[in-house]
Structures are given as structure tokens and as C-alpha cells.
Nanobody, 116 residues
Framework: QVQLVESGGGLVQPGGSLRLSCAASGFSFSRYTVNWFRQAPGRERELVASIMTATVGSSTYYTDSGKGRFTISRDDTKNTVYLQMDSLKPEDTAVYYC???????WGQGTQVTVSS
């Protein structure tokens, strides 16, 4: 049974940091590109960052939303992907989801709130 469980969200002040985790199970995690998306209230879900498989050097990609502030990484021994978020802004407030490309499954997400 495919599962993706996000964790690590919370309330943080502007300029603060959070590290999100996405624990995967039920499929061959290491073979899949994994993406982090986010969805703010009233807005479309948007891509934040992607990490490819180790066979292509775990290459990473960031959209403008996270470029320069967010770092995506993976540990295939733990079937886990991380999103380190620094210099957080109020506009980063959203529910954050991880998603394995090609897998028809979305987890429950983790809420990130950036507010003073």
C-alpha cells in the first residue's frame, strides 16, 4: 500500500526555518523523482522543488517559490525526502505535500504557517 507521510510543519516567525520530512512506503522509492508542492488557501497547488533519482545524481530543481531559500534532499536508505526551508516569509504559508512522480497518491500534507 502506497503511503507518503509529511511531517515537520508548524508555526514559525518570518525569517525562521523549518525542515519538512516525507516518509514513503509501499513502492520502490529510490526509483522515483519526488516533488514538494504547496497549496495556500484559495490558490492552486504549486510545485516548489523536485529531486531526481540517484541514477541521475539526485539532481534538484526549484521553482521561483523556493529558489535560494529551500533545499530538497533525499535519503534512499530511509525512504525519506526532506525540504529545508530557510528565511521563511508569510507568503510561504501553505499546506506542503510531497508527491512521487507517476504515483497516483497524495498524503495529507503538513501545515506551515509563517507569522509574527
Amino acid at each position: 500500500q502506497v503511503q507518503l507521510v509529511e511531517s515537520g510543519g508548524g508555526l514559525v516567525q518570518p525569517g525562521g526555518s523549518l525542515r519538512l520530512s516525507c516518509a514513503a512506503s509501499g513502492f520502490s522509492f529510490s526509483r522515483y523523482t519526488v516533488n514538494w508542492f504547496r497549496q495556500a488557501p484559495g490558490r492552486e497547488r504549486e510545485l516548489v522543488a523536485s529531486i531526481m533519482t540517484a541514477t541521475v545524481g539526485s539532481s534538484t530543481y526549484y521553482t521561483d517559490s523556493g529558489k535560494g531559500r529551500f533545499t530538497i534532499s533525499r535519503d534512499d536508505t530511509k525512504n525519506t525526502v526532506y525540504l529545508q526551508m530557510d528565511s521563511l516569509k508569510p507568503e510561504d504559508t501553505a499546506v506542503y505535500y510531497c508527491h512521487a512522480a507517476g504515483i497516483n497518491y497524495w498524503g495529507q500534507g503538513t501545515q506551515v504557517t509563517v507569522s509574527s
